[in-house]
């Protein structure tokens, strides 16, 4: 009876101390980096966090300071539209993570990479994007000012095309 209690209590403490497979995690302001662009992320209000299922189907996060760099970097990834790939971005009004395919994105923000988006959660205003219309603006931008990235152009036809 002992082993089993010791072996349960075992099991509990790392079932409560495994990492998340869901959702977004605690970013470490000023000291995490964007996977794209490799800037800080301090910039509580329009960061951005990708979670995906590895070649071996563990669960991943890759943060970024900006949801320019974290559509730009998950374009050419094959899971990129898996069920399982979450996107959050942080709410441009109180830093809140909220699921970034759902938010609205409202222009002229100023933003760490200059996308000029910021994510809401609550109902559109009248010139707000959709998540389809934000990576849109976001391939124009990079395409227009960004010249680093040849694979953009592939990118924003492939968005025009959808």
């Known amino acids: 009876m002992r082993t089993l209690l010791i072996t349960l209590f075992m099991g509990w403490l790392l079932i409560g101390c ?6 977004p995690v605690e970013v470490h302001w000023d000291r995490d980096i964007c996977e794209r662009c490799r800037m800080i992320l301090s910039d509580r209000k329009h960061a951005a966090q990708i979670r995906y299922s590895d070649a071996q189907n563990r669960s991943r996060v890759r943060m970024f300071d900006d949801i320019g760099c974290a559509v730009i970097w998950l374009e050419d990834k094959p899971w990129r539209d ?18 970034a395919r759902s938010a609205f994105y409202i222009k002229r923000q100023m933003t760490p990479m200059e996308y000029g988006l910021g994510a809401q959660n609550q109902a559109p205003i009248e010139t707000s994007l959709s998540y389809a219309e934000a990576k849109l603006h976001i391939f124009e931008v990079e395409a227009t000012y960004n010249q680093h990235g040849t694979h953009i152009k592939d990118g ?4 025009e095309g959808q």
Do not use: F, K, Q
């Open 18 to 23: 495994s990492e998340p497979t869901t959702g």
């Open 82 to 99: 898996a069920d399982t790939t979450e996107i959050w971005a942080s709410d441009h009004r109180n830093g809140e993570w909220i699921d």
């Open 156 to 159: 924003l036809e492939r968005v």
